[in-house]
C-alpha cells in the first residue's frame, strides 16, 4: 500500500528581507498609485522606482512585482487582503 503524504507549503523564516510579491489586476490608471498606496501603508521601506511592472499581450491586465522585507505572516496577510479590497487586483501572489 503507498502511503499519500501532503505536499505543505514552503515554510518562509521571518524576517524576510527580499520576498517578492506580484499583483496581477485591471489595467487602469490609477493602478500603479493603488497597489504602492497599500504596499507601502504596510512596508514603508519599499522603493517604488524597484518595481517591475508588465502590460499583459491584450493589455487587459498589469502585473507589478514589488519586494519587501516581510516582517511575519500578518502583514502578508494584511497586504493580500487590502489590495483584494481595491476592487482592481484580481491576484495576488
Known amino acids: 500500500m503507498t502511503e499519500v503524504t501532503e505536499q505543505q507549503p514552503p515554510k518562509i523564516e521571518f524576517p524576510c528581507e527580499n520576498y517578492a510579491i506580484k499583483i496581477i489586476g485591471d489595467n487602469c490608471d490609477n493602478f500603479m498609485e493603488v497597489v504602492m498606496d497599500v504596499v507601502l501603508r504596510h512596508a514603508p521601506e519599499v522603493d517604488p522606482q524597484a518595481t517591475k511592472r508588465r502590460d499583459s499581450s491584450n493589455g487587459r ?15 502578508l496577510e494584511d497586504i493580500n487582503r487590502d489590495l483584494r479590497e481595491t476592487g482592481i487586483v484580481r491576484m495576488v501572489l
Open 61 to 75: 491586465f498589469l502585473s507589478v512585482q514589488v519586494h519587501i522585507h516581510a516582517q511575519c505572516i500578518e502583514q
